[in-house]
Nanobody
Framework: VQLQASGGGLVQAGGSLRLSCAAS????????MGWFRQAPGKEREFVAE????????NYADSVKGRFTISRDNAKNTLYLQMNSLNPEDTAVYFC???????????WGNGTQVTVSS
């Protein structure tokens, strides 16, 4: 499966952004999907994930209550709605895909999110 992330940008603290990740190549609904991020000088970290059907989600504590992950299997697209952004959310955001009970093995390009104070 090929993944293409988009929707990043520059936003002021307290603002919102919606990231998208378009999938192609294989049946999107076969894969659990996730968002990860990597800030300068830091390792990539988990942000959120969603099951194949969209019925189950999981979030990092740092984004719980502010970010919402969702997917539209008919459109082969994954989303991340980010609200109440703060400068600590500044990072390159990546979408990933995995088969159930496996590690993430497919990655999209990153999209830069910059939150100014």
């Amino acid at each position: 499966v090929q993944l293409q992330a988009s929707g990043g940008g520059l936003v002021q603290a307290g603002g919102s952004l919606r990231l998208s990740c378009a999938a192609s190549g294989r049946t999107f609904s076969y894969y659990d999907m996730g968002w990860f991020r990597q800030a300068p000088g830091k390792e990539r970290e988990f942000v959120a994930e969603i099951s194949r059907s969209g019925g189950s989600t999981n979030y990092a504590d740092s984004v719980k209550g502010r970010f919402t992950i969702s997917r539209d299997n008919a459109k082969n697209t994954l989303y991340l709605q980010m609200n109440s952004l703060n400068p600590e959310d500044t990072a390159v955001y990546f979408c990933g895909a995995k088969r159930p009970y496996s590690d993430y093995g497919y990655w999209g390009n990153g999209t830069q999110v910059t939150v100014s104070s």
